[in-house]
């Protein structure tokens, strides 16, 4: 279980961003940047390589992606979690983990590598989830 209800579909995340980050104006800087970026990228073939954890008081659990250079294109946003050097493409399984060994105990019977199509880049605010730009990637 998730301290947090998504109520949005399963995604890859490629940013985060808070108010700060972008002169107070986050949402338009993340919408404008959707729009170019999404203008010039094709759809993005994926491999989930494995389970992984971010660590914390509580984890989260998430599907590692396994790197390809048109992934690690996409996180060029320049922020703690987006920078080249520590960027982590990821598809949050569950947060708030408090028991890591059920949490990978219930994932156990998942035939990996997951293979997956990316097929747009969306701009979402998260609790609750409102998606305020949603930009088709070609091909």
Known sequence: S???NFAYRPHVTLAVLNEDEAGGRVEDFAREAARQIGARTAALRLTLASLAVFPGQPAVLFAAPKPTRALLAQGGLQNPHTRAEAFVPHVTLCEAVED???????LSGTEWPVRLRLSSLDVVRFHPATVLESVPLTG
């Not at 890591?100 to 219930?106: C, E, L, M, V």
């Open 2 to 4: 998730t301290a947090r």
């Open 100 to 106: 890591i060994g059920a949490a990978f105990d219930a």
